[in-house]
DNA sequence: CGAAATAGAGTAAACGTTTACTTCAATCGA
DNA sequence: TCGATTGAAGTAAACGTTTACTCTATTTCG
């Protein structure tokens, strides 16, 4: 068995408050002396506090929760790595929690995060639903969402605006001299990732006088590169006399770059693409995508950084807008 | 304050050590009638058992540590995701660690979950030094390697057997007619994955009866994209007569192919590559990558079966050594 | 010098459970 | 009928900490 803390004070011959004392610095209640006694034993037993004995008398976990559907691994892992890094650097663990997308699972999760007495939760990437909600303020306990939002409920999050980030995307082909260009669009029921890509996306055309017959919207299940590839070959196959196309996730473009490949379709020779979310692929791919970026480490972190923010205060805080950015990169041809 | 078990028990006029039977379904000590009375207060009471206490009593956590450094999220990720999905299925949360391949950050995290109390830890894709199998040890839980081995410390690992599936990648280029290959090779002093390939290489090199001289070996400190795009640089640069390149990783290869394709030498006509690990990237690589799979999923899976297998038996279980195929795609070319 | 202040250290209650042990009433068998 | 058995339910100790309270010896200061 692990040495507690009686171990510890019987070997220093101490009593176990003064140990304790010690070893949570306590300001007052102790001399050097037996500090350096206590310290030893420590040393001599290899104690290591009991974290769990901790939490039940201080009622304080230091973990939170951290639920993320598995989808697009690569979006979601950077998420991640954000939120955990600032979680360590003050102190906490996280708990991860891969959700599937399925009802049930996050159900299950969210029932399992409150027996644990996280002390706060990032919820991430997918819709909120009542559900959810409801088990989340039932914990009661900060919550946060990140690349996510909710207008029904209240729930602090971060994320950059999806509308505006797509019209930001489209204005940037219409500057580049395109003017027939189409969409290659997720879920248009999606009302995070879906509708407002698309209303930004229209937004821009009708600001820039552009007709949306000549600009065609087409719209899959998901975001995922399969997607792109079938969307690919739906354009190309109505003929319509686009230049241009705007991906609504870097993997939709990637979907669409590789079957264009396959097409013998030049990019950006003959059709220009851009992409959304600057994943490390869009680096990678051939040729490397211009896409609009979401910062998605540091929106891990700054959804953490408000979620600890709310554990201290008390109050949900408020909600952040990320700003998004074009990147350039050879994906997309200037028109004369 | 959330209910506990008193506030269930007086609202449901029973002492507290009833409510414990019920909830825990002992099979025997009450009533149907009380239990029917128990659940309506837990119901009423919205009452969820505090895991932390109870975790105090049972010195049982439910909770298994991962650590993982960051390189290569893409790798990492998936191998999580198989972590995770068994530690759900069998009740067990995962506290997630970012070593960010860093010593201190590793040893901190270790002593954290030391605190914690986890049962059990997983350890991925770097490295066991000494002081972390120490640190281990001094735990006294189950750990089980994935995607890493170590001869000198004895822990149970899963993983692909490296030196085998380099050997499978260079006899497979062999047979498709390639005479003169090169190795796009990752840190040749890594012990795990970068010695271990390079000696599969050359031996397969040997046992075919190729000269080593035809056939170098590029290495670079890591197995990055940026590494794969230095690394065929420079074979480029050397104008050895290659036709096939065999890279360590499938970043490194998608690095290669990056740079191929501004080199305008075209892949698979002029050159073949083959990567290594089976990445969501190099399906999406154009042309489809060639690669020998790692499955990534299986080996969270399995390393975590064998964990709880550990943590059950409380022996540490047999190392899983898991098979690697090549799968074929569009980047090697068959020679006449 | 003696009373008050202070510093060092111990005692025990509390956190929310589980569970061994006990109590009590009802049922059973001879 | 009565002791033994059984089943339902309660009591209290234990898990490993923290911390309010207490005690004692020492220092301070008028």
């Given at each position: 068995m692990k040495p507690t803390i009686?171990?510890?004070?019987?070997?220093?011959?101490?009593?176990?408050?003064?140990?304790?004392?010690?070893?949570?610095?306590?300001?007052?209640?102790?001399?050097?002396?037996?500090?350096?006694?206590?310290?030893?034993?420590v040393k001599e037993l290899d104690y290591r506090p009991n974290a769990v004995a901790r939490g039940l008398i201080n009622n304080k976990t230091q973990t939170i929760g951290v639920l993320f559907p598995d989808v697009s691994g690569m979006l979601t892992s950077e998420l991640l790595y954000g939120v955990e890094e600032v979680a360590h650097r003050l102190g906490h663990s996280v708990i991860f929690c891969n959700t599937s997308s399925s009802g049930k699972k996050t159900l299950d999760y969210l029932q399992l995060l409150s027996e644990k007495r996280v002390e706060g939760i990032i919820f991430g990437s997918s819709v909120l639903t009542e559900a959810y909600y409801e088990a989340i303020v039932a914990m009661n306990v900060p919550a946060v969402l990140v690349s996510t939002k909710s207008k029904k409920y209240q729930l602090p999050y971060v994320k950059v605006d999806d509308k505006d980030a797509a019209y930001t995307?489209?204005?940037?082909?219409?500057?580049?001299?395109?003017?027939?260009i189409a969409m290659l669009s997720g879920n248009p029921?999606?009302?995070?990732?879906?509708?407002?890509?698309i209303d930004g996306f229209k937004e821009a055309l009708r600001d820039y006088g552009l007709k949306?017959?000549?600009?065609?919207?087409?719209?899959?299940?998901?975001?995922?590169?399969?997607?792109?590839?079938s969307l690919f070959a739906r354009l190309i196959e109505a003929a319509t006399g686009?230049?241009?196309?705007?991906?609504a996730s870097d993997e939709i473009a990637v979907g669409a770059l590789s079957t264009a490949y396959?097409?013998?379709?030049?990019?950006?020779?003959?059709?220009?693409?851009?992409?959304?979310?600057?994943?490390?692929?869009?680096e990678m791919a051939i040729p490397p995508l211009t896409t609009v970026e979401q910062p998605l480490w540091e929106m891990g972190k700054k959804a953490a950084e408000l979620l600890f923010e709310g554990m201290e205060t008390g109050t949900p805080g408020k909600s952040i807008i990320m700003p998004h950015r074009i990147i350039e990169r050879q994906s997309v041809k200037q028109l004369v």
């Open positions: 009686k171990d510890v004070a019987k070997h220093a011959n101490v009593s176990i408050a003064t140990v304790s004392r010690i070893l949570n610095h306590t300001s007052v209640g102790y001399s050097a002396k037996t500090e350096k006694l206590v310290m030893e034993a995307a489209t204005a940037y082909l219409i500057q580049q001299g395109h003017r027939r029921e999606d009302s995070v990732a879906g509708k407002p890509r949306g017959e000549d600009s065609p919207v087409y719209a899959a299940e998901g975001f995922s590169y399969e997607d792109g590839r686009v230049t241009a196309v705007f991906a396959q097409m013998n379709i030049r990019v950006p020779t003959e059709l220009s693409i851009i992409g959304y979310d600057n994943l490390k692929i869009s």
